[in-house]
């Protein structure tokens, strides 16, 4: 498998917000002429939520499943100057530098498990990587998940990873398992968490774990005050990463018991 890269563009043009996401992500248009969902790291949870945006989409990719392509966007200052929605405007000031982006699906619907049908051994591999990750953001009232093309895509992991909010307790969380693997949207259709333990493992090696966490830009892990240097940070990402794919097998039986 080719090893992950992510490319970098400059935002040329702010088109709209996208007001149902809680941190107003926009829909932006970059210098290579395609459109984007922008997150801003000038948001709520801030360069954290980018960090583990990036960290899942990319660890989703590497295992089979669909995710828009994940691009770095560099923001110019000059947009906050021509806003005049006061939030907004604050939001472009806070997110001047690299924020990130995910290719725009034009036409993309929400998934909605009574109309589209997903297969057992996809539904197993979102749930894994949902429990490796710990992201809490995969409910029926919120999926997170959108039909395109008749295809399942992966979007939002930016609430993944929330160990990252408390660096003093970041350790706790290896061996603790995902107690909010009951509200997944996808349990009920994780029937093949052996195969699926299977193929993420064939997929996934601490190699390439070491080469997504190399592509969290150095201005996300030293732009809050407080906690680790960047380096013990980065660190920590790949030592949780590495625990966490050793721990499949737990994770899949924690899974299957509480199904």
């Known amino acids: 498998m080719r090893a992950p890269e992510i490319l970098t563009v400059d935002v040329v ?3 709209q917000p996208l007001r149902e996401g809680g941190s107003l992500p926009a829909i932006v248009k970059a210098d290579d002429d395609f459109l984007y969902v922008l997150k801003f790291r000038g948001a709520g949870q801030g360069p954290k939520a980018l ?3 990036l960290i899942g989409g990319e660890l989703a990719r590497a295992i089979g499943l669909k995710v828009p392509e994940l691009v770095l966007m560099n923001l110019d200052a000059s947009f906050s100057q021509t806003e005049p929605d006061e939030e907004i405007q604050d939001l472009l000031k806070f ?3 690299l924020n990130l982006g995910l290719h725009f699906l034009s036409g993309a619907i929400t998934y909605d498990p009574l109309v589209f049908p997903v297969d057992p ?4 591999k979102v749930l894994l990587l949902d429990s490796l990750l710990l992201n809490i953001d995969r409910t029926a009232k ?7 093309k008749r295809e399942l895509w992966l979007i939002d992991h930016g609430a993944s990873l929330y160990f990252h909010h408390n660096w003093e307790t970041w350790r706790n969380y290896l061996d603790r398992p995902f ?15 052996e195969w ?23 201005a996300w892990l030293t732009d809050t005050a407080g906690g680790p240097d960047a380096a ?7 030592a949780y990463l590495h625990h966490k794919l050793q721990d499949l097998d737990a994770i899949a039986k924690y899974i299957a018991h509480v199904r």
């Open 13 to 15: 043009q702010y088109l």
């Open 51 to 53: 960090i583990a945006e």
């Open 95 to 97: 997110s001047v530098g």
């Open 121 to 124: 051994l996809t539904a197993s």
């Open 142 to 148: 919120n999926t997170n998940l959108l039909n395109w």
């Open 179 to 193: 107690s909010r693997v009951g509200d997944h949207v996808l349990l009920p259709l994780a029937t093949e968490l």
């Open 196 to 218: 699926a333990k299977t193929a993420i493992q064939a997929s996934v090696s601490p190699a390439l774990i070491d080469t997504i966490v190399a592509l969290i830009p150095e």
């Open 232 to 238: 013990d940070k980065r660190a920590a990402y790949v």
